[in-house]
C-alpha cells in the first residue's frame, strides 16, 4: 500500500481504498478486439461503468479505438451523451422511456427497440421530425426479458411500412448462459439468432457478450458487445480468468482488541469465542457494498496472511481474526487487502455466494477512489 495514498484516504475521513486501474481496462478492451477481429468491439458501460466511474472509463475506451457504447436506461445515456465525442455511437438497452423520445432524438441517442410500442413511438418521432432516426433491433432468443418475440419479429419483416424513418443499425440478442461455454443453450439462441437474421437478411448483426465473444467466431457476427470482461472477471468462471484485474479494494482498520473466551462477536451473537482472540474492526459494511452473507465466509490479507471475517457483517463496519498475526503488527490506520493480489474480484463473489457484477455494482461512494491512469 502507498503510504500518501493511505495517508490521503485517512486524512479525507475514507473507510476504505479502490483502486480503478485504466492501464488494465484499456490492456482488456484491447486484448478482447484482438480475439474479435476483424469484428469491432463495444464497451457496456451501463450503471456507472459497473460502478467504476463511466465517464473515466468512457475517455479510455474511447482513446483507444472504441466508438460504440452501450448503456442500460435513457436517463444513463441523456447522462454520459454530452462526455462522449461526436463520433462515439450511444445506444440504450432497455429502449427509451415513454416520452423521452423527443429529447433522445436531440441527443442523438439510439435505442434498441425491444417491443413493438417502442418501434411505433420511435418510428413517429422520426417521422414527426422529417427525419431518419437510427435504432437497433433485439429479438428474443430464448431468454425471456426483452426483445421481439419471434412471432412479433416475423410480423415486422413482411410489415416493412413500420419501418419507415428509421434506419436499423443492428440486429441483437443477448446470450443467457454464455458464461457457461458447454451449455446447449448457447448453441440454441445461435441458431435461434440466425433464423431471426434471415428476415433482416441486409442488417448487421450484434449478438456476443464477454463469455460469448470466448466462444468462438461464429457468435461475433458484426459487433461484439462485452461488459464484465472490460473490467476484470472472468468471462468463464470454470477456466482461467485471461484478463487483467481492473480493481483493488483495501479497508481500513479502526480498532484491534482481544477479548476473553465467551465473548459474543457482532450482531446476535452468533459467535462466541471458545479461547482467548484478537480482533480488529474495518471500517466498511454492506453500505460499502460487502454482501452480509460475507459474514463468517470472507476474509481480507494482510501482508499475504489470511485474516477471516468473524461474525455478522455490520452496516458500516466487519470483524476480523487477526490471531494469525504476530501480536502488535496490525495497528489503526493500516489497510487490509479484500481485492487484490491475493484474492481476486471472482474469489469474493464466490465467497459470498453472489457473482462479480453485483459486488462490482454494489462498491459505495464512501471509498477513497484512485484513478490509475492508463499510458499511451
Given amino acids: 500500500m502507498d503510504q500518501a495514498l493511505a ?4 486524512t479525507n475521513g475514507a473507510g476504505g481504498i479502490l483502486r ?4 488494465a481496462l484499456k490492456a482488456n478492451y ?3 478486439c484482438q480475439l474479435a477481429a476483424p469484428t469491432p468491439v463495444s464497451a457496456v458501460v451501463k450503471a456507472d461503468a459497473y460502478g467504476l466511474g463511466v465517464k473515466a472509463v468512457s475517455a479510455t475506451l474511447h482513446a483507444v479505438g472504441c466508438r460504440h457504447f452501450f448503456v442500460a436506461l435513457t436517463r444513463e445515456a441523456f447522462e454520459l451523451r454530452s462526455h462522449l465525442p461526436t463520433d462515439a455511437a450511444l445506444y440504450v438497452l432497455n429502449g427509451l422511456t415513454p416520452g423521452s423520445e423527443a429529447r433522445a432524438a436531440e441527443a442523438r441517442l439510439i435505442p434498441v427497440l425491444d417491443c413493438p410500442e417502442q418501434l411505433d413511438a420511435w418510428a413517429a418521432v422520426a417521422r414527426q421530425r422529417g427525419q431518419t432516426l437510427p435504432a437497433l433491433l433485439q429479438v428474443d432468443t430464448g431468454m425471456s426479458r426483452l426483445g421481439f418475440m419471434p412471432e412479433d419479429l416475423k410480423a415486422l419483416a413482411t410489415a416493412q411500412e413500420r419501418l419507415q424513418g428509421l434506419r ?25 439468432f440466425e433464423m431471426a437474421s434471415r428476415l433482416f437478411p441486409d442488417t448487421p448483426l450484434c449478438f456476443a457478450n464477454s463469455g460469448g465473444l470466448f466462444l468462438g467466431a461464429e457468435y461475433h457476427a458484426d459487433l461484439c458487445r462485452p461488459g464484465i470482461a472490460l473490467y476484470g472477471a472472468a468471462p468463464h468462471l470454470d477456466r482461467p480468468n485471461p484478463m487483467q ?44 457494498g460487502l454482501p452480509r452473507r460475507l459474514g463468517d ?11 477471516p471475517f468473524i461474525g455478522r457483517v455490520s452496516m458500516d463496519s466487519i470483524i476480523i481474526d487477526i490471531d494469525a498475526l504476530p501480536e502488535g503488527t496490525l495497528k489503526t490506520g493500516d489497510f487490509v487487502e479484500l481485492i487484490g493480489p491475493h484474492q481476486s474480484l471472482d474469489a469474493v463473489a464466490e465467497a459470498a455466494g453472489t457473482i462479480a ?5 454494489q462498491l459505495g461512494p464512501r471509498y477513497h477512489r484512485h484513478l490509475i491512469v492508463a499510458e499511451g
Avoid at 480503478?20 to 492501464?23: H, I, R
Avoid at 443492428?170 to 435461434?192: K, R, T
Fill in 20 to 23: 480503478v486501474d485504466l492501464g
Fill in 245 to 288: 484485474p481492473v480493481i483493488a479494494l483495501d479497508l481500513a482498520v479502526l480498532q484491534t482488541r482481544t477479548v476473553p473466551a465467551g465473548t459474543r462477536i457482532g450482531y446476535g451473537g452468533t459467535v462466541v469465542t471458545d479461547a482467548p482472540k484478537r480482533l480488529a474492526t474495518l471500517s466498511a459494511g454492506y453500505a460499502d
Fill in 357 to 361: 457484477y453485483e459486488i462490482l455494482t
Fill in 168 to 192: 436499423i443499425d443492428y440486429l441483437m440478442s443477448h446470450l443467457a448462459c454464455a458464461d457457461e461455454p458447454a451449455n446447449p443453450a448457447n448453441g440454441q439462441q445461435l441458431e435461434a
Fill in 297 to 307: 465466509q470472507g476474509a481480507v490479507y494482510f501482508k499475504g496472511t489470511r485474516l
Fill in 7 to 10: 495517508n490521503e484516504a485517512l
Fill in 30 to 32: 484491447l486484448k478482447l
